[in-house]
T-cell receptor, first 113, second 112 residues
Framework: NAGVTQTPKFQVLKTGQSMTLQCAQD?????MSWYRQDPGMGLRLIHY???????DQGEVPNGYNVSRSTTEDFPLRLLSAAPSQTSVYFC????????????FGSGTRLTVV | GESVGLHLPTLSVQEGDNSIINCAYS??????FIWYKQESGKGPQFIID?????DKRQGQRVTVLLNKTVKHLSLQIAATQPGDSAVYFC???????????FGAGTRLAVHP
């Protein structure tokens, strides 16, 4: 069981570039979410999905898009990268009836220059 | 990652001592509270959760206490080991919402 897999692990982007952070889980979890983690701060929710075809915004959605075409995958798209999006990004998943017990991926460290 | 947690409060303990990590939460309507452990370079890992209708829950070497009167949550780790060194986050689930709100975290440093 791989759990939650995030790719890439590291990425450097130039301001204005776009990219997609990949997240895949093999646990048949209904719920998936994306968080960003900045120094001295907790994790902040960007977007989440309660099932295929359903997504919603979290606390800090601006500059990011998501889609959920399958149960397994939940990619996060940066539309036009900005230095303020330099962060560590975590994807998490859980069963719908256990939203509080997330399984996290190992993260993607993104630097925007 | 190594840059996460640069400005976090740090709790330093001796190996074998008990550790108590505290957390204040904000939403009186939250129905679940959870503790996560994050080791350097890894994603957060679920430790233990507690429902809002409980005031104490025990796991293996860990105990979570909930005081709803003062909106306070604590994680007690018995016989702290070097492998417990990590950043610990509390999180709350606002009642009925599919999301968690995380605290800023506390770094636990265990010294031999």
């Amino acid at each position: 069981n791989a759990g939650v897999t995030q790719t890439p692990k590291f990425q450097v982007l130039k301001t204005g570039q776009s990219m997609t952070l990949q997240c895949a889980q093999d646990m048949n979890h209904e719920y998936m979410s994306w968080y960003r983690q900045d120094p001295g701060m907790g994790l902040r929710l960007i977007h989440y999905s309660v099932g295929a075809g359903i997504t919603d915004q979290g606390e800090v959605p601006n500059g990011y898009n998501v889609s959920r075409s399958t149960t397994e995958d939940f990619p996060l798209r940066l539309l036009s990268a900005a230095p303020s999006q330099t962060s560590v990004y975590f994807c998490a998943s859980s069963y719908a009836d256990r939203v509080y017990g997330y399984t996290f991926g190992s993260g993607t460290r993104l630097t925007v220059v | 990652g190594e840059s996460v947690g640069l400005h976090l409060p740090t709790l330093s303990v001796q190996e074998g001592d008990n550790s108590i990590i505290n957390c204040a939460y904000s939403n009186s309507a939250s129905d679940y509270f959870i503790w996560y452990k994050q080791e350097s370079g890894k994603g957060p890992q679920f430790i233990i959760d507690i429902r809002s209708n409980m005031d104490k829950r025990q796991g293996q070497r860990v105990t979570v206490l909930l005081n709803k009167t003062v909106k306070h949550l604590s994680l007690q780790i018995a016989a702290t080991q070097p492998g417990d060194s990590a950043v610990y986050f509390c999180a709350e689930r606002p009642g009925g919402y599919n999301k968690l709100i995380f605290g800023a975290g506390t770094r636990l440093a265990v010294h031999p």
